[in-house]
Structures are given as C-alpha cells and as structure tokens.
C-alpha cells in the first residue's frame, strides 16, 4: 500500500517484484524510485518544489521489520534517494546521513549528480517569490510525500518513505520523512506505519511509531490511524489549516489510514484488491 494517487505507480512496481517471489525490501525501494524518477510528480525525487533560496532537497528513509533502517537527509543533486538511504542501511554502521556527507556517501557509491530543478519547478518558484508567502496548501503541497509498506511472501515487511520537502521550505529543513519513527516505522512482530503531511507535526507525536505500538497494544491498523490523529488534534492549535494522515498495515496484512483533513488517498494492491481509496478524516 502506497500514500496518495501516485501510490498507484509505486504499488504496480512493488507488486511485479513481490508476485515473483521477491523481498518487501525490493518492492517497496523500486517502487517509490518509480516515482522519485517521474518529473511530473512535483513532490518527489527530480521536479520536486523547491525550498525558499530556489534548491531541490530530498530526505527518504527504508525500513525492515527486524529494525534494520537507513536515512538520508538534505540530499541535493540526488533523484533516487531512497536507494542511497538503502546503502546507508547496508554498507555503513549508522542510520541517518545528512547534507554533503549524504552527497559525497551517494557519489561514492556511484550515483551520480543530475539536476533537480526542472523548468516547471523553476517557473513555480519564480511566481511564488513574487509575494513569498509560506502557507502550505493542504493535499497539495501538503502530499509532500510518497510512502509504501509491502509484506512479501516470506512474511517480512518492509517500508520506504521518500520526500523532496514542504515547498518553499527554509533552507534546512526536514520533516519527519526521513525520521525513523516519525515518518515511517515497523516492526515485524506487529506491523507498519508511515506519515503524510505536515512533518512538524508527525515529529511531536513520534507519530508512526505511536500508530505501531498501539496496533501492539490490540488495535486494528484502522483504529491505530485514529487514534494517533486524534492525539495530534488534541494537543495541537489551528489544526483547520493543518493536514496529517497515516497508513498503517499489520503483519496479517489488514490495512487502514486516517487523515485530520478530507482529501488524503491511499492506494492498496493485493491478490484480492486493487483500489485508490480516500482516508476516513476527522474534519471536512
């Protein structure tokens, strides 16, 4: 299951790779480099919006059930870089790379340098400097995120979480996509979860590790999701211009998301399902 109308692209790769047998792991990387790779998908990979000084950069994190994880942050000139998150995991003794030791650890090896930038994203930056004016548009720069969980025929669960950002965002920030926890988290003995929305507020409530423990605790994936958007509208102000959602799937492969806001999809492909669906929202 994927985040947003564009998981569809992401679940039609992963779903290739896990009915001939593969690993979670593959499925959900190569699935979200389909999108990361798509320059008309605005938020993601290459073509993603800019920050406020006119820069592409991106933040992703993987993630496997026995808590094997990999992050990179602040990634410039990189489109896949869930893939160098992936290295990270397996051929470094850290989690999380930022900046330009994520850039120099991706060049090293052997990704290479492209342009971000596209000639669309150029154009929008340009108008929006106009009036500089940072509100983001909920469900529209707001879906700053592509994320996946899979189960493979082994029984394992894999996650991939990967972002270019809030557009126009100050330069430096990262949200809580690339934050283990917060913007995706598993465990093979309960489940997974990840985030879509504004990031400041998933990394308050270690948001997806929250939605894991209470499915821990005996909730449904779907109960989970609710539980834990309530908690952030509890503890939050003006949440009527903020959107959050999260998507969670257990290890008996049950789904379920929830979103503060109308207007957050999900895409989910099994055997027995292929479906773009809108989350239940607690406002709208």
């Known amino acids: 299951m994927s985040t947003w109308d564009h998981g569809r692209i992401a679940n039609n790769m992963g779903y290739r790779i896990l009915e001939k047998g593969g690993s979670a792991l593959d499925a959900v990387e190569q699935g ?51 893939a160098v998150a992936r290295k990270v995991m397996e051929q470094t003794p850290h989690i999380m790379l930022v900046g330009n030791g994520a850039l120099q650890f991706a060049l090293d090896h052997g990704f290479r340098k492209e342009k971000l930038l596209t000639e669309a994203s150029r154009k929008d930056y340009e108008e929006w400097l106009e009036k500089s004016e940072y509100k983001p548009v909920i469900n529209i720069e707001n879906h700053d995120t592509i994320s996946t969980l899979a189960l493979d025929m082994n029984g394992s669960i894999a996650g991939a979480c990967t972002t270019s950002g809030a557009a126009w965002k100050m330069h430096g920030r990262v949200g809580d996509s690339p934050i283990i926890g917060a913007g995706l988290f598993l465990d093979g003995e309960v489940g997974g979860a990840c985030a879509t929305g504004l990031g400041e507020e998933v990394i308050r409530t270690a948001g997806s590790a929250m939605v894991v423990e209470m499915m821990r605790q005996g909730k449904t994936p779907q109960e989970a999701c609710e539980a834990i958007v309530h908690r952030i509208i509890r503890k939050g102000k003006d949440m009527e211009d903020i959107q959050v959602g999260f998507m969670a799937m257990d290890m008996d492969g049950r789904t379920g998301a929830y979103s503060i806001q109308k207007g957050f999809t999900y895409a989910v492909k099994s055997q027995v399902r292929e479906e773009l669906e809108e989350a239940r929202y607690q406002i709208g």
């Open 32 to 82: 979200v480099m389909e999108v990361e790779s798509d320059p008309e998908v605005r938020t993601v990979g290459i073509g993603g919006f800019p920050d406020r000084e006119g820069v592409v950069t991106l933040d992703a994190c993987i993630m496997k059930g026995d808590g094997s994880c990999g992050s990179v942050a602040f990634l410039q000139d990189i489109k896949n870089p869930i």
